[in-house]
């Protein structure tokens, strides 16, 4: 039902409007009582009537108009608009669940492939640093013989003269930039002298008694070794150390100075055979 005319404009009368509503509402079911005349209204002063005021008006035709909309539903009718809500709202949770898996699903596969995509960024970048470092290694290792004889001429020359030392100071200079170049990219000699006999990086070719160090130690590198990253380019060339006198029996057949020593005397007697031509190298 509308309000149209001057009702529409005052609010104070559609709250009243929707008061006497809701009291008919309350009433449905119950039988409509006719409604009484309206009294007319006490004579004012000097014995003239009062005029009826607007608001109460208003309010007595909006309650008259609501009282002729009103229908009166049977228990069956309630029944079935019950019965029919209860549909809508299960129809309704369903159609929620539904949304509600399958935003689930889409998450899930959302995190697995920003899982997958992790994993391969992390293994692509591993890839290529690994690519990097051997490109790296093939280079050096071609360069490995060059230092070799920068440091077998260190060793074996000896300057006296002016002009000899001016020839060692050039020397030094361009051999200290080489070095400096290697230390660059990240090639790293291998640990050498008084350091424990190591076979993943030490080729031992020689070996020598010595009660002064504790066995399977480096005496002497013949040839340095190197690495870049964790790749071994070249093994050292080192002579060990190794007693003559009886070894205590061990507790344990496991050990890393057993098993140390074991390697190095292993490679030791397979070496010695080509000692004359690692030196001429």
Known sequence: MEVSGPLSEQPSVLIRHSRAFHSLITRVGRPLRPTAKAKPPPPGPRGKSAAPDSDELAEAASAESVAEDVEVLSDDELADELQELRARASAAE???QAAEDATQLQKDKFLRLNADW???RKRTAAEQTRARTDAKGDVVKQLLPLVDSFELA???LQPQ???ELKIDSAYQGVYKQMV????AIGVVPVPGEGQPFDPNVHDAIMREPSEEVPDSTVLQVLRRGFTIGEKLLRPAMVKVSFSEAPAAPAASASGNGAAAAAAAAA??????EVKDAAMDS
């Not at 400096?180 to 230390?183: A, T, W």
């Not at 490679?267 to 010695?272: E, P």
């Open 94 to 96: 369903a159609s929620l």
């Open 118 to 120: 992790e994993n391969y």
């Open 154 to 156: 260190r060793g074996q």
């Open 161 to 163: 003269t002016d002009g």
């Open 180 to 183: 400096d170049l290697m230390k």
């Open 267 to 272: 490679t030791a007697d397979v070496a010695d």
